[in-house]
């Protein structure tokens, strides 16, 4: 399908959308019924993930570590806010929190990101990256929220070609909360977060889909045994339900609280 059909597609639903007429228009390829092509949900979710940095005292990136990468689930869908444009939110999986600072660790970590794509017919996919937003410590007093406005970028990721000192984000130390700038992860949590451009670890990116048509639920293929994307389980990295508790991939996946803006 061109880039230009999907534009007008993208619109078309966005237009239907406003008049609160119900989404009729989907694509051939389009198994979670989110009227995205599921290729396409695919290639820019794979396309745009960043570069993802750590800082030396990290010794907690398990189970992705040199030469083998993690994991991320995806949410690939219309922006709520835009229908015309694309919303993504990441979530980066890891073993475990392993607690620098005061709250300890627990076994399981899900810590998420996440994008806004706005048409652009000079991106590969006929998308750049209008928007980024990282989220640390969510749900508690040290919450910490980083926009990036990257400009409707068709660079901004790894796979897109971009640089690994623009198109990144920054892991906390041991604790994984994800930051837009070492700047603003150094003042984090009262100063007990810690960042730099230390080691990057790589990761794969697998779409979950939708809750309603679940492309992928149960973890174990992809390194989490006894884990899950949608079912409203708490997750623990694969080490069983002791240690403390992550919260679920499901809250994150499902919370349009987190999405950048779609303008």
Known sequence: ???SLRTVLLLLVAVLSMIGL????????????DGLDDGLEDAVAANFFPYVWFDSGEDCTAPANEGNPGTVVARVRPHPADASKIAITYVI???RDCGDWWGGGH??????????LAPNDGCQHGFGVLSAKTIAHEGTA???VDQINPGNACDWGKLAGGSPQVARIYSAENKHGNYGSTGSCE???LG????????LRDYNVVNAGEDGARRID???AVQFPGEFAWTDQPFSGGLGAGGGDAGTVRSKLLDDGLLPPAS
């Open 192 to 199: 007990n977060d810690h960042c730099s451009e230390s080691f």
């Open 142 to 144: 040290f919450e910490h």
């Open 107 to 116: 076994n399981g970590d899900v810590e998420p990101f996440t994008m806004t």
């Open 22 to 33: 119900s989404i009729g228009v989907a694509y051939a390829d389009d198994g979670d019924g």
């Open 187 to 189: 003042d984090g949590a």
């Open 218 to 220: 149960e973890l174990s």
């Open 93 to 95: 999986l890891y073993a």
């Open 1 to 3: 399908m061109k880039r």
